[in-house]
């Protein structure tokens, strides 16, 4: 299940993922405000939590996040991905050099600090 998160800049996006993702999840609820975000702010951030009980997601829904992260490549300001998930970090910084934006991984005990990092002008 993807949800929406408030309390986030006007030029953000926030989204916690957990349990087992599906494409219809990128469907309802992350493409829908990534695209409303972006037809009002040149630039936008990125908070994305991966909760905990996260237990994977569907090829189909690995697609749409490739898909909509690239679709919108140049429009991201900056990136921050908030998990404990070892895999998930790993990933992020192992690939997250080929991405032309600012990506940090934060651990859940330090969300707080991640929404003030997202917050910073880039």
Known sequence: MIE??????????AFRGSGFLTKEDYDRVLVPAVEEALKTHEGVKVYYEI???????SPAAMWEDFRVGMQH???????AVVTDVPWIGQMVQMFGFMIPVTIRVFAI???????VWLGQDS
């Open 73 to 79: 490549l140049s429009r991201w300001k900056r990136v």
């Open 51 to 57: 909760a905990s009980d996260f237990s994977g997601m």
């Open 109 to 115: 005990a330090d969300a707080a600090e991640a929404r």
């Open 4 to 13: 929406l998160l408030g309390g986030f800049p006007a030029d953000a996006v």
